[in-house]
């Protein structure tokens, strides 16, 4: 029986289809949804080239992006809650800092079911075009998919 689902929120629209899908189920099913956000520290702290001296000016702008790099939009985040709160659903945020297939490996060993949208743009600097996450996780995933 299916008793928790782990929705991968990328801030994407595409990601909307899942979350939809992913309250239909926790609704049939009386499960538990748990929608995850990752900040993707490892490509904004990534080593760069950088002139003598700019080292300091590198960390200070890592820790402005580190500030800005929320998974989803605040918008967005209002959106899910209020419809998950509407559907009647269990469900709880999650929001992690790292590289985004590793964070969802190591979160969906909790969960029965990983939902993602048919692309994803967990990497930062990606909005406009999918990244790997969804093709490293499957790669990856140990057989368990």
């Not at 299916?2 to 899942?18: C, T, V, W, Y």
């Not at 995850?36 to 080593?47: A, F, H, M, S």
């Not at 190591?106 to 990983?114: F, G, I, K, M, T």
């Not at 999918?130 to 996780?137: C, K, Q």
Request: with cysteine; proline share 4%; glycine share 10%.
């Amino acid at each position: 029986m299916l008793k928790s689902i782990l929705i991968g929120l990328d801030g994407s629209p595409s990601s909307g289809a899942a979350v939809e899908l992913g309250i239909q189920w926790a609704k049939r099913f009386h499960a538990l949804l748990v929608g995850l956000g990752i900040v993707d520290e490892v490509t904004i702290r990534k080593p760069e080239a950088e002139p003598i001296g700019g080292g300091y000016y590198k960390r200070e702008r890592d820790e402005e992006l580190m500030k800005q790099a929320c998974p989803c939009d605040w918008a967005d985040l209002g959106t899910i809650c209020s419809a998950m709160h509407q559907s009647d659903v269990s469900f709880k945020l999650l929001q992690d800092t790292g590289l985004p297939y590793e964070e969802i490996l190591r979160e969906s060993q909790r969960y029965d079911l990983v939902l993602f949208s048919h692309e994803t743009h967990f990497r930062f600097g990606t909005v406009d075009q999918p990244d790997e996450t969804l093709w490293n996780v499957l790669k990856r995933g140990r057989g368990r998919w």
